[in-house]
């Protein structure tokens, strides 16, 4: 249902194409809602980046967990199970349940437009001018982020949506011992 | 992920372009993203489980109604029906209601018949549907049908030596498989894997895994350019008949031709994965073994295999032999030197490999059975067994 919320919300409102505003209006409100942004946009720039950079702790949490499987796998050593765990659960909850919410997040801090002064302005907050300050490191963040988040994601779905259950016969069996 | 790189796009271009002349853009774009993903879940069937399938399935028929109504709504809004919404609300339940109650789609390809598929596509899900079959617990349907496949399968089997047509009771499930696993001499040591050597696997399923086999053979030699088949078959080859060998050798030839990413992942990480395990467990066979010494050891125990596979017929033969109301005495003493022969035979070839690898589980393994299963003596098959 998160394809159908894009169509029926964006920032130059598609949704009004249903041309029917009692019922579109409803509908773009209940859908508005699955977006993490939504609830972030009304407040401050402070509070919007500060989410932002959660965010981001979450995925450095990610790459740390996988860095590490991949380093103690690699030295033959044996894996604690909890970090194996907790990382497949956060890969599975952000390149599935969360994907849109997150990748949309990165992307809506790039989001400017021109305001009447023809300065470039960030789409929620007017005051905050594009592409400097906090909004240039932010930026810069946000583009490194997604990338690297779509290539995990993918990763992920390839590995844990391959269309047959994984063997754990497979697996090193120095990972099976836990 | 061909679902998370149309949601990936469409974040971009929701976010970036938001001005008015973009919109017929965006709703072609939104149009063919959802047919592509619609065609995807529909057609290819991807996913192995019924409920997942159908989730997907619904999800993937959702968005591709409500982009159709999107557009129905551009087309028409501005002339004179504004009601497209109501539409798309009406018809949701509907979409929803279709999909969940439609009947499983392989259901149609289990009833091709195997001499008639028309693409590679017919029999994947041909198998899966009979795997599926195997794998749920017995019931009235799935035994029925089950059965009734092997009876059609009789009919159309034009293998002479198709284990289907043999009624005799030699036939058991091990011999099927071992039969099966005769017909490349690197499927023979799949023989001694715990999984197809299970006593829980019980004729019937031997001789269905036999049929799927078959039908991946045949379906291999017909759509030799359907990836999917290839790698479907290394997947049966591994799960069911523990080849991992025979499986390594069809994904590296999938790996030649031309491939998808995510067909390409899986094959690469499937490859390193039976790489792996292949070396652990040569590390088992003999740490002091070197590669050239490997390969002898290992054709040599493939000749053992087939002088105990030998020898066990010869016992099979003169049992049957002894037990018939009348037996033919001439017959039984020809029989019984062939037999006294074989049993010195293998016991030659037992010195001259356990000289070479004296800690060797397979061979060790082998010999115990060999031992207990056909010349009865339990004590000695235990001792091998302890080794």
Known sequence: MFQSSKELNTLHKTYQIWSYPKVHKGLHTFFEHLRLVQYFKETNMASYVAIFYLLLVFIAIIIFGLAYTYYTASKRRLVPAWPVVMVKFMLTISSNIFFYQFMDYFVSILACRTNKSGQSVHSYFSDQVCWEGIHLASGILSISTFIIFFGI????????????????????????EH | MIFNLH??????????????????????????????????????NPFYYQVIAKGWSTMASLNLWTVTMLVFAKVFGETSFKEAVFLWIFGTPFVIAVNLTSEDKK?????????????????????????????????????????????????????????CKNNSKSFNANRIIYNLSSKSSILRLSLLSPKVNNEDLTEKEALLFYLIYQLYTKGLILFPKYLPLRISFAFFLLDKLSSRRQALQILTEAEQKPLQLDQEFLVFRYKKLIEDQIGEIQDQIGNDMDVDNETSFMSQFRQFQALIEKSSLLHMEFWAQISEDQP??????????????SIRQVEDHWTKLIRTNPSNALLLRLYGKYFIEVLHNTTKGEQFLSK
Do not use: W
């Open chain 2, 7 to 44: 949601k990936f796009v469409l974040t971009f271009l929701f976010t970036f372009l938001t001005d008015e002349k973009f919109q017929i853009f965006l709703l072609t774009y939104l149009f063919v993203g959802a047919l592509v993903v619609f065609l995807k879940f529909e057609f290819q």
């Open chain 2, 328 to 341: 033919d005495l001439a017959r039984i003493s020809d029989i019984g030197s062939k037999v006294s022969l």
């Open chain 1, 153 to 176: 994601s993918s990763i992920a779905t390839l590995i844990l949506f391959e269309a047959r259950p994984l063997k754990i016969t497979l697996m090193p069996s120095k990972m099976q």
């Open chain 2, 107 to 163: 259901t149609h390809y289990f009833f091709i018949n195997p001499n008639h598929f028309s693409g590679g596509n017919e029999v994947i899900n041909h198998i899966q549907y009979l795997q599926k079959l195997i794998n749920q617990n017995p019931n009235r349907v799935s035994v029925t049908l089950l059965d009734g496949y092997i009876e059609l399968h009789k009919t159309h089997c034009s293998d002479e030596q198709c284990p």
